[in-house]
């Protein structure tokens, strides 16, 4: 294990930036002594502070950098490679510091490449061998797409995001999509499959073909054969080829510090929003244009309330743990939430918004938050 200072020091971090990381959801220590509160780092975390610190450098937004530490982690280096070249388009041509740092990783990267393609090819073979098929009710099957179907992608230079994300282990499927600035994750209860796990990305188009099948009947068959994808539903089928990119591994993505919880009535909520003020944001993301932002803060009675567009700017507590995220983004989480109560969850003003049902904890949305500048 290392320690704080040792990590800051062999990773090119300081230790408050290290301190910012852990509470932001993205290095999080491997251990906290319970009673000093001080933190502990396992040795294979070195790498990922060193990555995290030349592409703070570069000047990649965190919602970024979630998904790169995400893709590292799973030597998902088709995934790396994506983000890296969609990153380096939007910089201007005089970050020629941030170029120097991005060919470091190019390097790195390639290093990486030849130890995992015969892994690939292996499960490539695998994963042909044998057709995976499992049923579902066409009921969950279709509350799940609804979940998660606002938050794909669309961006041209992340193919590998724009889709959604079918995860076949067990008993269960689970549904995930995401845009970098928000991730939605969804669950349905499956029977019929054997062997390991199964993973595919279905195009947005054919998810839809899917959705649209799934209009009664007792159960539906869902069937991956390689590089292909089937939903049967009663006589009624489609089916079409997954897209030939990995996803990032979700799993690491959700795995967050718990934050305040607050069940909400999600009418009386989204009113709020609609109505209540309103923040323009300076350093506009997504796309780089400017977004309407809502300001919230939980109050000492344990609510959340919409807080107005000025911020008195006179730097109190309650300021400070304002979190200000997407509007359009949190009412279309509200929607797909489709419960009369949810429940929000707000951590440090930089770590994601959760929105989670009371009654499913497999269904939840992670809005990312954006920067309050006072």
Same mark, same amino acid.
């Given at each position: 294990m290392?320690?704080? =200072?040792?990590?800051? +020091?062999?990773? =090119?971090? /300081?230790? /408050?930036?290290?301190?910012?990381?852990?509470?932001?959801?993205? *290095?999080?220590?491997?251990?906290?002594?319970? %009673?000093?509160? @001080?933190?502990? @780092?396992?040795?294979?975390?070195?790498?990922e502070a060193t990555l995290l610190a030349r592409l703070r450098r570069a000047g990649m937004p965190l919602a970024d950098i979630r998904l790169v530490l995400a893709g590292w982690a799973g030597a998902d280096t088709e995934l790396v490679r994506g983000l890296l070249e969609a990153h380096l388009r939007r910089l201007e041509l005089g970050l020629s510091d941030a170029r120097g740092e991005f060919s470091t990783l190019r $390097?790195?990267?390639? +290093?990486?490449? &030849?130890?995992? $393609? /015969?892994?690939? !090819?292996?499960a490539a073979t695998t994963a042909a061998a044998a057709a995976t098929r499992v049923s579902t009710s066409p009921l969950e099957l279709a509350a799940a797409l609804d979940t998660v179907r606002f938050a794909a992608g669309s961006d041209?230079? *992340?193919?590998?995001?724009?889709?959604?994300?079918?995860? %076949?282990?067990?008993?269960?499927? +689970?549904?995930? #999509? !995401?845009?970098?600035?928000?991730?939605?994750?969804?669950? #349905?209860? !499956?029977?019929?499959?054997?062997? /390991?796990?199964?993973?595919?990305?279905?195009?947005?188009?054919? $998810?839809?073909?899917? +959705?649209? *099948?799934?209009?009664? =009947?007792? !159960?539906? &068959?869902?069937?991956?054969?390689?590089?292909? %994808?089937?939903?049967?539903?009663?006589e009624r089928q489609t089916a079409g080829q997954v897209i030939g990119h990995e996803f990032p591994d979700y799993r690491r993505l959700v795995n967050l510090p718990a934050g305040r919880r607050v069940r909400i009535d999600t009418a009386a909520f989204r009113a709020a929003l609609e109505n209540g003020p309103v923040r323009t944001s300076e350093a506009g993301e997504p796309d780089g244009e400017p977004q309407d932002l809502s300001v919230l803060r939980m109050t000492e009675d344990g609510n959340v309330v919409v807080c107005d567009d000025g911020a008195d700017g006179d730097g109190s507590a309650d300021e400070r743990d304002d979190v200000g995220v997407n509007r359009e983004f949190l009412l279309h989480a509200l929607a797909a939430g489709a419960r009369d109560e949810l429940v929000l969850e707000l951590g440090a003003p930089t770590a994601p918004l959760a929105i989670r049902r009371p009654d499913d904890e497999d269904a939840f949305s992670l809005l990312m938050p954006v920067r309050l500048e006072n």
């Open positions: 290392r320690s704080i =200072g040792e990590m800051a +020091r062999d990773g =090119g971090l /300081s230790v /408050s930036a290290l301190r910012f990381y852990d509470r932001a959801g993205v *290095l999080v220590p491997a251990w906290v002594d319970p %009673v000093s509160g @001080y933190r502990w @780092y396992e040795q294979e975390q070195l790498e $390097a790195l990267l390639d +290093r990486r490449e &030849n130890p995992m $393609a /015969s892994l690939r !090819t292996a041209p230079e *992340l193919p590998m995001l724009a889709g959604i994300f079918f995860d %076949v282990e067990g008993d269960g499927l +689970r549904l995930v #999509a !995401t845009d970098r600035y928000r991730m939605a994750v969804a669950r #349905a209860h !499956t029977t019929g499959h054997v062997g /390991s796990r199964t993973q595919v990305l279905v195009p947005l188009p054919l $998810a839809d073909a899917m +959705r649209a *099948l799934l209009t009664g =009947g007792e !159960t539906v &068959n869902l069937v991956v054969d390689g590089d292909r %994808v089937m939903l049967e539903a009663g």
